[in-house]
């Protein structure tokens, strides 16, 4: 998995139906293109990419791996794990998850794909820091327009004021695979 050209789609926790909808979506057409897709195993955009990526995918994570995952991460880890997805982590063994931990994993989340895709987020989101993550790494990236009314939307209107490409479908990403 770590051979093969990923794109890594990361959002919003609490996201929208619909935002959870095309984040499969995309997520179908990058594996179905031949790719993997890269994100965090967190809740809502994360979970959703993961699960429709099936066994091509790669999760990284916030803690070292031989600490006990906990509650409902323990359960996409488990999801994963029998799928035949790839979980990874840079952190030194007993390393408990913190919140500079999440931090930091974002940008092994962009540097493992030639793209990032910001689905939906906020105007404080830990996917803006996988976003200037990529852009530092000279990756491509894209976010999803998503209407100002919404509660998620602020963090990938400011990226797509700040010149960041729109992606309102896989095209995009199935030519930087091809």
């Not at 994100?39 to 993961?50: K, P, Q, R, V, Y």
């Amino acid at each position: 998995l770590l051979g093969a050209p990923a794109v890594a789609i990361v959002g919003a926790r609490r996201c929208s139906v619909l935002a959870e909808r095309f984040a499969r979506r995309l997520s179908a057409a990058v594996v179905g293109a031949g790719g993997v897709v890269v994100s965090g195993l967190a809740w809502g955009i994360d979970a959703a990419a993961h699960e429709a990526a099936g066994r091509r995918t790669i999760a990284v994570v916030g803690q070292s791996l031989d600490v006990p995952f906990a509650g409902s991460v323990a359960r996409r880890v488990d999801k994963l794990r029998a799928a035949g997805g790839l979980l990874v982590s840079e952190f030194p063994p007993m390393q408990r998850p913190d919140r500079w931990t999440f931090r930091q994993r974002n940008r092994v989340i962009s540097g493992l794909a030639r793209a990032t895709v910001v689905v939906e987020a906020g105007e404080r989101s830990g996917s803006l820091i996988t976003a200037r993550c990529a852009l530092d790494q000279g990756r491509e990236l894209f976010a999803v327009p998503d209407h100002p009314s919404h509660a998620h939307a602020a963090g990938g209107l400011a990226l797509l004021e700040s010149g960041v490409a729109p992606l309102t479908g896989p095209g995009p990403l199935l030519e930087m695979l091809a």
